[in-house]
């Protein structure tokens, strides 16, 4: 029931492609599949149009002369079909050859009889149908193979950039040099970062005066952070300020079902890169090109993303870096990546882009509310404060969240409401106002989040409450006690990690005092207190039991925030010795919140009758309520 964390969001960026002239292609640039088709068609219609010159020359005649000359015994052999007859007469012409004859036949009934009578040698076919075979038998089969071709094709190029019968050819998307459409004004929060890619800069536009001196530019920059800090803005806004043409690919697009594309599309990468000098490249999210290698020789992809990766490490390492290429790459998880990648001379500078403090907050908000129609009461620094956490993404997302709020409700500017209600519909969810709880619900979700608030006035290092509300948000959340701090921590000592755990337990208490029993709620709360503890014990050493020590060996993202591989390297009884003290001190909180909520129960009461009647809270009126002495009228 409590506030839930913050989730990031990507705000997806255009690609910026060159506006190259459209060529039209001549005849010889066509695809092959067309030159079949038309090799085709000129031969049917040959065919179709010097047919009488494949055979004798007949002559064609009334079906009463055939008769004649049947009935005179003029007639040596014919052939009958359904739609004419034809044959050779005994006569010959003026050069001494046969005569060949065509007719249209009549339904005859005793015309085989005749035949048989005059002794003429005669056969029964089926009409000629050597065209309607032709057509049948391997020209429409052939125009239909080559149209499903044609279709796959079509189809598989359009998924690789290109002609997929080129699939070693990169697919990177060229940014133009000229006009940029990001540079550092559109930055802000990153100002480290900012100052280490000004070097990069600087030698792009200036490379003589590094090499005057005998130095050189590092060969490759990485940048890491968190998702969402915006990295690739970043190196977009490098590219921006040196005013160079910008290679832009994603570390996936080198991967491809055929073994041996990705290092085909790395060695094209290069060489355009080579040859359009002084250039970036930017590999976004290296990690899924760059992965440690190790472990059994594997086939498929496995194999075919090794390939890939040794051909990138051949190519950074082999090109000059007096020549203006500089090799930018952003990811989110520098853990995992080949060790080969990192070592002096490839990827040799390394920036992290952290999340941005208070200061990085507001500017990052006046940019992306530099388009917005703001009121007079919106206050930047104020928003800035109530987002903490978050970053570049999901500010962007606030601004735009708040626009979109203004818009329905009709509004001629955004106000300080819209931005109280965007943040709060990305860090607790949409409101569920057809989510009617019964009364018996609602009264225990009213206890449970006034024990939370009021655990949170009265412990010293608590964080102020600015809101408490039991609108049913998000999934699950059926209330929450939204704090803020007072200003950006980096460090938690440990009275404030044990007042946390003090908060994070207030709702359950909350619910034995004035209900009797526990529900559900409290589930979230739980985890959380539980990993607090267990930090405190075997990570932080903050135990006086245990000692200054950890224990047990953790892999986890330093970005992510997501532990990989937990390996245990102690022994059981060091095991029964901190589940002791995980427990000790979840129960030492728990008799600790008891007692606050027990003495300041008259409070508590007050705040639960209020925030039923009301719903939601903000953080004076909490206040006000637990400092009065007696229930506020009407």
Do not use: D, W
């Given at each position: 029931?409590?506030?839930?964390?913050?989730?990031?969001?990507?705000?997806?960026?255009p690609d910026i492609e060159i506006n190259k002239p459209t060529q039209r292609k001549t005849f010889w640039q066509q695809p092959p599949w067309r030159f079949t088709l038309l090799y085709f068609l000129v031969v049917f219609v040959f065919f179709y149009l010097f047919q009488s010159s494949l055979g004798p020359r007949r002559e064609?005649?009334?079906?009463?002369?055939?008769?004649?000359?049947?009935?005179?015994?003029?007639?040596?052999?014919?052939?009958?079909?359904?739609?004419?007859?034809?044959?050779?007469?005994?006569l010959q012409d003026e050069s001494g050859r046969p005569r060949h004859f065509v007719t249209v036949p009549l339904r005859d009934a005793e015309l085989a009889e005749k035949l048989h009578e005059h002794g003429v040698k005669y056969s029964v076919r089926r009409s000629q149908t050597w065209l309607r075979d032709l057509l049948i038998g391997w020209i429409l089969p052939l125009v239909f193979i080559f149209a499903i071709w044609g279709f796959i094709s079509r189809r598989v190029s359009s998924s690789m950039g290109g002609n997929f019968l080129n699939i070693g050819k990169h697919r990177a998307r060229i940014h133009a040099a000229a006009h940029p459409e990001v540079t550092f004004a559109d930055v802000a929060g990153v100002d480290e970062a900012q100052q280490e890619l000004h070097e990069v800069i600087e030698f792009?536009?200036?490379?003589?005066?590094?090499?005057?001196?005998?130095?050189?530019?590092?060969?490759?920059?990485?940048l890491v952070g968190a998702p969402g800090t915006g990295k690739t803005l970043l190196a977009k806004a490098v590219a921006g300020e040196a005013g160079v043409p910008f290679f832009s690919i994603s570390g996936s697009e080198f991967i491809e079902m055929f073994v041996g594309v990705g290092a085909a599309r790395v060695r094209d990468l290069f060489e355009q890169a080579k040859q359009k000098a002084p250039c970036i490249i930017f590999i976004d999210e290296l990690d899924a090109v760059g992965r440690q290698r190790g472990g059994p020789m594997v086939m498929s992809g496995h194999d075919e993303r090794e390939q890939t990766l040794n051909q990138l490490l051949v190519e950074i390492d082999g090109f000059d870096t007096g020549r203006g290429v500089v090799v930018l790459a952003a990811t989110n998880r520098p853990e995992i990546l080949d060790k080969a990648l990192l070592r002096a001379g490839r990827f040799d500078r390394q920036i992290v882009v952290d999340k941005p403090d208070l200061t990085g907050r507001e500017e990052i908000l006046k940019i992306h509310t530099r388009e917005l129609k703001l009121a007079d009461d919106v206050d930047l620094h104020l928003v800035a404060r109530r987002t903490p956490g978050l970053v570049g993404a999901d500010l962007a997302n606030v601004a735009n969240e708040a626009a979109i709020l203004a818009a329905r409700r009709r509004r001629d500017a955004v106000t300080t409401a819209d931005f109280e209600d965007a943040i709060e519909r990305i860090i607790a969810g949409p409101e569920k106002k057809r989510n009617a709880m019964s009364r018996e619900e609602k009264h225990r979700v009213a206890c449970h989040e006034a024990g939370h608030a009021l655990v949170a006035i009265d412990v010293p290092t608590g964080e102020p409450v600015h809101k408490v509300s039991i609108i049913p948000r998000g999934v699950g959340a059926l209330g929450y006690t939204l704090q803020l701090p007072v200003q950006d921590k980096f460090l938690a000592t440990r009275p404030e990690l044990v007042d946390q755990l003090a908060v994070l337990l207030g709702g359950r208490v909350a619910e034995e005092l004035m209900l009797g029993d526990v529900s559900t709620g409290a589930q979230n709360d739980l985890e959380r207190a539980t990993e607090i503890a267990r930090k405190m014990v075997c990570e932080y050493g903050m135990s006086p039991e245990m000692g200054p020590g950890t224990f047990g060996r953790r892999q986890e993202s330093p970005f992510l925030g997501t532990v990989f591989s937990e390996e245990r390297t102690y022994s059981e009884s060091t095991a029964r010795r901190i589940d002791a003290e995980v427990a000790g001190l979840i129960g030492d909180a728990h008799r600790r919140v008891t007692g606050i909520l027990t003495a300041r129960r008259s409070a508590l009461d007050r705040l639960v009758v209020v925030l039923e009647e009301r719903e939601v809270l903000s953080g004076d009126e909490v206040r006000e309520l637990v400092a009065a002495k007696k229930p506020p009228a009407g």
């Open positions: 029931m409590a506030a839930r964390k913050p989730f990031g969001f990507r705000s997806p960026e064609e005649i009334p079906y009463s002369v055939f008769q004649e000359h049947l009935n005179s015994g003029r007639v040596a052999e014919c052939v009958v079909t359904e739609e004419q007859i034809y044959g050779t007469l005994k792009l536009k200036n490379p003589q005066e590094f090499q005057r001196l005998g130095g050189h530019m590092p060969k490759g920059v990485m």
